[in-house]
């Protein structure tokens, strides 16, 4: 959120902002949307912090095989260690936990995509081994708050069950057992999903709940940069998620169906309603606390 703006746009960024058609042209090393680079060159390179997990290698593959990577210090991480680089002013731009916004004294989310999910997202549950109704314990995952935020919400809203909840730490999916259930995201979950008879998919309950998206992370700038490294930043992650079969080929994965995973459980363009799905959370955030 810039200075004087809403919660969800950055100032380039109208509210009336529809996807376009990218031209793709290479000027000076910067892909631009079809015009010539006419602004400055980068001072310095930007600091960009992502995310380790499987679902943001499409992302990842785009950054690393275009020309933006030589402009760009790039630094991978779990979500939540990118949330306080980004806080600390360690990276300029991260691929944050959206529960993270409202601890921004400024922040820009002028970045075209995200890790959001319309339905069921397949790495972010609660599992357990017995049914909701009947856990006692919620072990609650280190990794990301938002998920963390996201179970808080539904448990209260949604399924309107009171478990005691428990902060994890790692290797806690051991725990889950019995009457105690856990938190798991991630690659993390893939595996968790073979081991637990129940799983409930947090992206489809949330969309069972409000019949929206959800966003579980966005590209977030804490300070407002050029407008021709988010052109190219843009254009950057939608190179890498129109090659899923390179991504896929480049990732072996025996769990899961990597395909599957990046074209029908992750979506990545954050487009409206994805944008009204993370201002759903925030009011939920802002209620809660």
């Not at 529809?18 to 310095?44: A, F, V």
């Not at 049914?131 to 935020?149: F, G, K, M, N």
């Not at 940069?225 to 994965?253: C, H, K, M, Y």
Request: hydrophobic share 35%; charged share 25%.
């Amino acid at each position: 959120m810039g200075a004087g703006g809403s919660i969800i746009y950055g100032k380039r960024r109208p509210p009336n902002y529809k996807q376009q058609t990218i031209n793709y042209k290479q000027t000076n090393g910067l892909y631009l949307r079809g015009r010539k680079n006419t602004d400055s060159p980068l001072e310095k390179k930007i600091r960009v912090g992502a995310v380790s997990y499987l679902n943001t290698k499409p992302l990842l593959y785009g950054i690393e095989q275009s020309e933006i990577r030589k402009y760009i210090d790039l630094s991978v991480d779990y979500p939540s260690e990118v949330a306080r680089k980004l806080k600390g002013n360690e990276i300029d731009i991260g691929l944050v936990p959206v529960a993270v916004l409202p601890e921004l004294a400024d922040y820009y989310i002028d970045a075209d995509y995200c890790i959001g999910a319309n339905g069921p997202v397949k790495s972010v549950s609660v599992f357990s081994d017995v049914p909701l109704s009947q856990v006692e314990t919620i072990l609650l995952d280190y990794q990301s708050r938002t998920s963390v935020a996201l179970t808080r919400i539904l448990l209260k809203h949604h399924w309107k069950l009171s478990p005691k909840l428990v902060p994890a730490y790692p290797g806690y999916q051991e725990e889950i057992k019995g009457t105690t259930a856990g938190v798991v995201i991630g690659d993390r979950a893939f595996l968790q999903r073979k081991v637990s008879k129940m799983d409930y998919d947090l992206a489809e309950a949330w969309k069972d709940f409000t019949g929206l998206p959800f966003v579980f992370a966005a590209w977030v700038a804490n300070k407002e940069l050029p407008e021709t490294f988010i052109d190219a930043f843009n254009i950057a992650n939608e190179w890498g998620l129109s090659r899923i079969d390179q991504v896929v080929e480049a990732n072996p994965f025996p769990h899961y169906d990597l395909h599957e995973y990046y074209t029908h459980n992750i979506s990545y363009l954050l487009d409206e309603t994805k944008r009204l799905g993370m201002q759903k959370f925030l009011e939920f955030l802002k209620a809660e606390n």
